[in-house]
């Protein structure tokens, strides 16, 4: 057991080994163009998702009848991993882009609707009075209350989605795409370049870091650090 | 002389289980607070109970009473945030059906968006005044009469207790209410503070005398210090218990006997039987 572990440890590239192989994928032009799909997938994807999912938020948050009905099919779709949605999506959009995307979707959905739909629904009643008081329409209520009040944790939300979304990318890209950092691996490890896999995997964690550091900042904007002084 | 009117005519309010302004089925999320939901089991819990006062014009009046009593809800049937089950409130012979611009609320919890800096939150009772200068300058002159010039850049977690209340006082200045009604505005406040307070609004009221001012306070000093007239309330459901006119002028001193002897009366009337 111990020696089986021992033997894997052995099969770990050597660092000089993998300072060729990042070499090799980066002057060629591969590790750029992978990182570059996997981005756009994510992107799109996050994007589709943070723009559909933040306003079906407010809504559901600021309307807890149709909440109460719609929570349960929310709470039943939530816990299917994004995964399970691949055989659909490569049904209905076969291997490729669409896939990605639609998976990237789903991955990231959810994660920014519940928070979203909380957020919105815990407003204090007080600042509706105020806008009430103020006489202020439908329009100025959603830009000066709703949409302010409830943006420190729609933040939040979109960047734990993002993570998210960063994490199944590459998990979808091995099973629907022929590109993309997660294809990289999965090609590699089909040609057994452990070497390859290991660049692979450092870039995704750079990436990721990268994206979580740039959402980060996001979060000491002007108008959301009240939150953070509070209490 | 009849302006501004407030004639609180006969209100009761209840909460109860049945009625409610969301389904009851949602109440479990709890979210919606702003009805007047949630009432102890089946049961049907007055409140407030046939409640008549008229006031006038330019009174400064102050609704005293214990804690639960009924305060908040009084202030908020007048401002038109909750609707009565029986009776009505009339507010210049018209009948009040819902908050007007020119009836402001100062909220006992600090009601400032704290998302908005000083002047941002004081601007918003301004949004009528086209002209973006000019309301600039109005905001300004709002926030000089709280003495908070210096601080409208700020956003309100960056003041004290106190300048967040002078800020929210200004904001509803700023609105040129008829009537301002202020929910405990001082409740948060260190004593010291409190006493500059007092000033400051005797003060406002000496330049506004045509803004009727209602005033919820726990603190007997507070009220006796300040309003032509007390009004207190009883417990479970709230009746008028008794209305004190106070005729003293300004600026007025604890050793006044007037004052002194009303002031036992008062804690009598609370239930307490002896106080410094
Ligand atoms: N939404 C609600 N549903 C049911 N009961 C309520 C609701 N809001 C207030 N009450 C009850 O109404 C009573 C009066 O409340 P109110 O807030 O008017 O008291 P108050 O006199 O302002 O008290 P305080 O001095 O502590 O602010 C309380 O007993 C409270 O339990
Ligand atoms: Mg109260």
């Not at chain 1, 979203?116 to 100025?140: C, R």
């Not at chain 2, 973006?132 to 709280?146: F, I, M, T």
């Not at chain 2, 409208?152 to 209340?165: I, K, V």
């Not at chain 2, 405990?184 to 006493?195: K, M, V, W």
Request: proline share 5%; with cysteine.
């Amino acid at each position: 057991m111990l020696a089986s572990f021992w033997q894997s440890f052995e099969q770990l590239p050597g660092l000089e080994q993998i300072g060729r192989a990042f070499w090799e994928l980066a002057s060629n032009g591969t590790l750029l163009r992978s990182t570059i799909a996997s981005l756009f997938r994510v992107t799109v994807g996050f994007y589709l998702a943070a723009l559909l999912a933040i306003p079906v938020g407010l809504a559901l948050g600021r309307r807890p009848v149709v909440y109460h009905w719609v929570n349960p099919i929310i709470q039943f779709l939530r816990p299917i991993s994004p995964l399970a949605w691949v055989p659909f999506a490569m049904l209905w959009f076969g291997i490729g882009e669409k896939s990605a995307i639609f998976i990237i979707f789903f991955a990231s959905f959810f994660p920014i609707l519940v928070p979203t739909v909380k957020a919105a629904s815990g407003i204090h009643p007080m600042y509706f009075q105020v806008a009430a008081n103020l006489q202020f329409g439908v329009w100025e209520s959603l830009r000066l209350v709703i949409l302010p009040a409830t943006m420190p944790n729609i933040l939040l939300a979109l960047r734990v989605a993002l993570g998210i979304s960063w994490l199944v990318v590459v998990a979808a890209e091995m099973i629907a795409v022929k590109s993309g950092l997660g294809y990289l691996i999965i090609d590699a490890r089909n040609a057994l370049r452990m070497d390859y896999v290991v660049v692979a995997m450092v870039t995704i964690g750079i990436i990721g870091l990268l994206l979580d550091l740039a959402m980060t900042r996001l979060e000491h904007l002007e108008s959301v650090r009240w939150k953070l002084e509070q209490k | 002389m009849n302006r501004n009117k407030i004639c609180v005519d006969h209100v009761t309010v209840r909460y109860k289980n049945g009625r409610n302004r969301a389904w009851p089925w949602s109440r479990k999320n709890g979210s919606n607070g702003a009805g007047k939901a949630h009432a102890l089991d089946g049961a049907s819990t007055a409140i407030l109970q046939d409640i008549t006062l008229d006031i006038d014009a330019g009174e400064f009046v102050c609704i005293l009473g214990h804690s639960g009593c009924g305060k908040s809800t009084l202030l908020k049937v007048i401002a038109g945030f909750i609707k009565p089950d029986e009776g009505a409130v009339l507010i210049d012979g018209q009948k009040v059906n819902g908050p007007q611009n020119d009836h402001v609320f100062v909220f006992q919890e600090g009601a400032l968006f704290p998302w908005l800096t000083i002047i941002e939150n004081v601007d918003l009772a301004l949004r009528s005044i086209g002209n973006a200068s000019e309301r600039r300058e109005k905001a300004q002159y709002y926030l000089e009469l709280v003495a908070l010039e210096g601080a409208g850049g700020h956003y309100p977690h960056m003041l004290s207790g106190g300048m967040r209340q002078r800020a929210e006082i200004a904001r509803a200045l700023a609105a040129q209410p008829d009537i301002l009604m202020m929910d405990e505005p001082f409740s948060g406040l260190d004593y010291l503070t409190r006493l500059h307070m007092r000033e400051e609004m005797l003060n406002l009221h000496a330049m506004l005398p045509d803004t009727t001012i209602l005033f919820v306070t726990h603190d007997i000093d507070e009220s006796l210090q300040m309003s032509n007239r007390l009004v207190i309330l009883s417990e479970s459901p709230a009746r008028i218990k008794c209305c004190r006119q106070i005729d003293v002028p300004h600026p007025r001193t604890a050793v006044c006997p007037t004052l002194s002897e009303m002031r036992t009366q008062i804690y009598h009337h609370l239930g307490v039987h002896s106080a410094l």
